[in-house]
């Protein structure tokens, strides 16, 4: 069975601190996708990264990094220097479909909540 | 940019109507889907919809629910008969193939 656990309910940082969330999958299938969103508090997922399972090279988009280990079933998430904007809950998903033509069914975590304080 | 709308933002209805949520997916896209996230949980996976016809669904999409893409722009999820536990963030998105792009969502209440 595919499974995504964030054990961290909630993080609170200060502005400027980089915080690092952190997401264990489940799953059997050897061909499979990882993602991160962002849930602002206006409701809105927003998508932020994809990364399949035979590309575990880091990756890095302005303040935002992804380390993705097979190794450790982990796929976790950093905000560098993080701002009052960065203030979210962030939800990482695992595309569970059986269908191989298509990544939209997905198994989201509990997500954590990101309280960023100036 | 193209975006999944959704309408309306927010509806109130009574236990045991019928509620229409409305989908406008990104225009190019094949695949559709609903996802539920009850206020405080995290989002839940219900149906997805491929060449006009359901192509998985969840144990929580049963009878009382029902998708149907009635033209070639609007996705629909109709529950007949509203439950109180019903009350939650309806959420429709939208993929080429690759990751599904989200609408704003439709937060359902029903009282």
């Known amino acids: 069975a595919q499974k995504v656990t964030q054990a961290q309910t909630e993080i609170s940082v200060v502005e400027k601190e980089d915080v690092t969330l952190d997401c264990v999958y489940e799953?059997?299938?050897?061909?499979?996708?990882l993602f991160w969103y962002k849930q602002p508090p206006s409701g809105e997922l927003v998508f932020l990264i994809r990364?399949?399972?035979?590309?575990?090279q880091n990756e890095i988009s302005g303040r935002y990094s992804w380390n993705f280990q097979k190794s450790t079933s982990s796929f976790n998430f950093t905000i560098t220097a993080s701002q009052v904007v960065d203030s979210a809950v962030y939800f990482c998903?695992?595309?569970?479909?059986?269908?191989?033509?298509?990544?939209?069914?997905?198994?989201f975590g509990a997500g954590t909540q990101v309280v960023v304080t100036p | 940019e193209p975006e999944v709308t959704q309408t309306p933002s927010h509806q109130v209805t009574q236990m045991g109507q019928e509620v229409i949520l409305r989908c406008v997916p990104i225009?190019?896209?094949?695949?559709f889907y609903w996802y539920r996230q009850i206020l405080g949980q995290k989002v839940e996976f219900l149906v997805s919809?491929?060449?006009?016809?359901?192509?998985?669904k969840s144990e929580i999409f049963d009878d009382q629910f029902s998708v149907e893409r009635p033209d070639g722009s609007n996705f629909t999820l109709k529950i007949r008969s509203t439950k109180l536990e019903d009350s939650a963030m309806y959420f429709c998105?939208?993929?080429?193939?690759?990751?599904?792009?989200f609408g704003q969502g439709t937060r359902l209440t029903v009282v």
């Open positions: 799953t059997r299938d050897t061909t499979y996708y």
């Open positions: 919809f491929y060449n006009n016809e359901i192509s998985e």
């Open positions: 998105a939208s993929s080429e193939g690759g990751e599904a792009f």
């Open positions: 990364r399949n399972s035979f590309d575990e």
């Open positions: 998903a695992l595309s569970v479909t059986t269908k191989t033509d298509s990544w939209g069914k997905l198994q």
């Open positions: 225009s190019n896209h094949l695949y």
